[in-house]
């Protein structure tokens, strides 16, 4: 036995084997970098369309308080950009008499109706495609309660 193990015939039997389980080894890693390389590939968003049931989670504005719907933070992501500032000719948050001459216009359901549709600079939903026309109409009262 001692004479066999010792013989340089079974050594290089013994060598070779080591060799080919550290190939073998080598290739199973080489298999978990390929998988590791394709996940990382992965695009990192899928396309979600607003509207979507895909595009009520995450970022969506109307979701933004744990998918409950949020006046505020609705206001604030979608609203605010064009209300705070006044920009393009929008009637600003704060200016009551603004709001106030326009409600004795066309009274609130008007407002809201415009707001759905758009008018003018002011763009249909206040492009927040997730908010329902209920949603519209708790942000206008919203809008026009502010300044009070
Ligand atoms: C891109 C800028 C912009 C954004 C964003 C925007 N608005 Fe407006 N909004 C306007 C402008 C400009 C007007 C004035 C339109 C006019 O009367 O000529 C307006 C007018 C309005 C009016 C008055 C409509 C009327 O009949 O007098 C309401 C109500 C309103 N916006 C609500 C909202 C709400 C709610 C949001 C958010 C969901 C929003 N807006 C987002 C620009 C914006």
């Not at 084997?17 to 390929?34: K, Y």
């Not at 950009?81 to 359901?109: F, K, L, Q, V």
Request: hydrophobic share 45%; net charge negative.
């Amino acid at each position: 036995m001692s004479l066999f193990s010792s013989s340089p015939a079974f050594r290089v039997i013994r060598i070779s084997a080591l060799l080919a389980s550290v190939v073998f080894a080598g290739s199973l890693a080489a298999q978990s970098r390929d998988d590791i390389v394709a996940e990382r590939m992965k695009p990192v968003g899928e396309v979600c369309l607003a509207g979507e049931a895909c595009a009520a989670g995450g970022s969506a504005p109307a979701a933004a308080a744990g998918g409950e719907f949020s006046v505020e933070a609705t206001y604030n992501a979608s609203c605010s950009m064009c209300h705070a500032s006044g920009m393009a000719g929008a009637p600003r948050t704060d200016d009551g008499a603004a709001w106030a001459a326009r409600i004795a216009e066309r009274g609130i359901d008007g407002l809201v109706a415009n707001a759905i549709s758009g008018v003018n600079a002011m763009p249909a939903r206040g492009m927040c495609m997730t908010c329902s026309d209920e949603n519209i109409a708790a942000l206008v009262e919203y809008i026009t309660t502010q300044a009070q």
